[in-house]
């Protein structure tokens, strides 16, 4: 801090029994003359910090393997000859052999679905989209390759042998690399013996999809078999058959047949159970908690 000039000699400025006398116009004078004559410290120029990493610097592959950006859907493998899907807001990638054997598997099995659903309609239907999506491409859609491809020739990836090959060559060498075949086949044996030491668990009931029992119709939602049977199936209002919702809840059973499905799935079926029942617990534990949350919210 500055001192004052009008300071009176012997006195340090720490003193309490001291007080300055002089005008504060002086003091501040005095004040900026010592500083003007400091020198001053020369100035230090503002540079980036350098980068912390080379960009030539392989990266690990199993920093790789964890990045979804790069790994195909699909297979969950690091993408092989990587082509995208023109999706919307941002397109999709995949191997080029993955992609094409789900859309030649997609086309056979919805072509016939879709003629079995639509009839003459069936040429103006959508049966192949995005396997992760399922956004329909337009009408002639072929494959593309990737946008990525530049930028995946200039990422170099270390495999676990040594080997550093490029992103978009990489997964070429690891399919046949002894370390990395070696590696998965030693994690696959110790986790089938693992498994082998469990005792087999009790198979779940699927309470997600649902078959039509009045066509071969598969894999419907609760909300899609609703709008499958009022479209396609209106006309069966008072014939009996199995509600395959209510033969798949631990309450149900597959041999009672309700006098009138139609009637029985809109009355019952409008909301899905799993938001308002705990199949995990017994009946005995559910009674019990309703009864103290009953206690509880008053």
Known sequence: APTCTARPQGLQPGRVNWRCT???????????RRSAKRPRPAPVSKQEPPDSRNKSEPLELEVVLKEDTWSCPICMEIAKDPVQMPCRPQPHTFCAGCLAAHLSIKAASSAEEARRNYGRDAATQCTVGCPLCRQCPPAGFVPSPAS???ARKEILVRCECGAVETLLDIRKHTDKCATVLGTSQDVAAAAAK????????????????FSCPFCPQTHLPRADLLQHVQALHHNQLGRPAVC????SMPWGSSSYRSPNFVQHLFLRHRFDYDETTAFEESEEAVLERVIRASMTDR
């Open 194 to 209: 693992r498994l082998s030491r469990q005792p087999p668990a009790e198979p779940t009931p699927n309470r997600a999809t």
């Open 22 to 32: 002089s005008r504060p116009t002086d003091c501040a004078i005095a004040s900026m």
């Open 148 to 150: 990525d491809i530049p």
């Open 244 to 247: 395959p919702i209510c033969a």
